[in-house]
């Protein structure tokens, strides 16, 4: 069952903004992961934030996560034309299973 | 760097007809997944083999089975195709270890076309 849902559906920025994308879920979680997916290929892991943690950095990334509000927020800074996927969250409870969300295309424009 | 490898990128079968899928890692994981991908519905589970001749149904199994034979290679079999199983589908692995605390690490998928 998709747990996960992104917002927005697309987004379409120039080359050098930030871009920004959020992910509500409904149930509790362990953990909520973040992937992205260039056109027809796999997904990629971007980063994980465990469910006791606000906010974690990785490179040009980051990453907050609100439990009280069920919701997490991925920022791209400085975008490049490398960045143009599909970004995907995840959610973790405490068994093996993943809920990913729909996804958000964010194409990045030179 | 973990390398999972799927058999086929583009494969076009007829209806009625067995498909295998196939799937293998390198980082001597003990937990596989195959998703499908379908345009606005995210990944959906089809199966999960947390081990070696384990498997567990995910969301979507109906019209599946799978196979672990050996620990890097986990295959999805598509019993008797049909049309509504035109799709993506991805292979992912991961290390036991960490219960859900851990990423998924992905194939580049195998875009299957039934007619």
């Known amino acids: 069952s998709q747990q996960g849902e992104e917002d927005p559906q697309a987004l379409s920025i120039q080359e050098g903004e930030n871009a920004t994308m959020n992910c509500s879920y409904k149930?509790?979680?362990?953990?909520l992961q973040w992937y992205r997916q260039n056109s027809g290929r796999g997904l990629v892991h971007l980063i994980l934030?465990?469910?006791?943690?606000r906010e974690k950095h990785s490179g040009r990334l980051r990453v907050t996560l609100d439990t009280s509000k069920k919701s997490s927020s991925l920022l791209i800074t400085a975008s490049r034309a490398a960045d143009t996927a599909s970004y995907f969250c995840?959610?973790?409870?405490?068994?093996?299973?993943?809920?990913f969300g729909a996804g958000t295309t964010v194409t990045v424009r030179a | 760097d973990v390398k999972v490898t799927q058999s086929s990128r583009y494969l076009v079968k007829r209806t009625g007809e067995k498909v295998f899928l196939e799937c293998v890692q390198d980082?001597?994981?003990?937990?596989m997944f195959w998703y499908r991908q379908d345009p606005g519905l995210g990944l959906r589970l089809i199966y999960f083999?947390?081990?070696?001749?384990?498997?567990e149904k995910g969301d979507i199994p109906e019209g599946y089975s799978v196979s672990r034979e050996k620990k890097e290679r986990f295959s999805l079999i598509l019993e008797s195709a049909s049309t509504n199983q035109t799709s993506m589908y991805l292979c992912?692995?991961?290390?036991?270890?960490?219960?859900?605390?851990?990423?998924?690490?992905f194939g580049d998928g195998t875009r299957l076309s039934i007619l």
């Open positions: 992912a692995s991961r290390p036991h270890y960490g219960s859900g605390n851990q990423p998924q690490h």
């Open positions: 149930t509790s979680i362990n953990n």
């Open positions: 934030i465990r469910s006791n943690e």
């Open positions: 995840a959610t973790g409870s405490n068994d093996y299973k993943l809920s």
């Open positions: 980082m001597d994981h003990e937990n």
């Open positions: 083999s947390y081990d070696v001749k384990m498997k």
